[in-house]
């Protein structure tokens, strides 16, 4: 029998912790604005009302529309972490 000690689990740096959230928050926002956007909007509809000749597979649209969303939740998810963690330090006194 083996008897190793846990050391438990390795520290995330306080950006490291972050980036995770972001990216996580944001995937999870995509995820849901992707399903209420596409259940109204059949993509290659609005793809034909865009550019009848660009010929893109629904399932290609589904993808585009997810990556979109995103690209945007990770935009607003970044700058509030930025502001948040930028914001000046509140003194304990004036509490």
């Known amino acids: 029998m083996v008897h190793e000690e846990y050391r438990g689990a390795r520290k995330w740096s306080r950006n490291q912790q972050a980036v995770a959230t972001v990216i996580w928050i944001s995937f999870l926002t995509a995820a849901v ?5 596409f259940a109204m909007i059949d993509p290659v509809d609005l793809l034909a009302a865009y550019d009848p000749e660009l010929e893109i597979g629904r399932q290609a649209g589904y993808a585009a529309g997810f990556f979109f ?3 945007i939740a990770a935009a607003c998810s970044a700058v509030t972490a930025w502001l948040v963690r930028t914001a000046p330090k509140r003194d304990a006194k004036r509490r």
């Not at 604005?33 to 956007?37: E, I, P, V």
Request: hydrophobic letters at 90%; glycine letters at 0%.
């Open 69 to 71: 969303f995103w690209l």
């Open 33 to 37: 604005a992707t399903m209420l956007f």
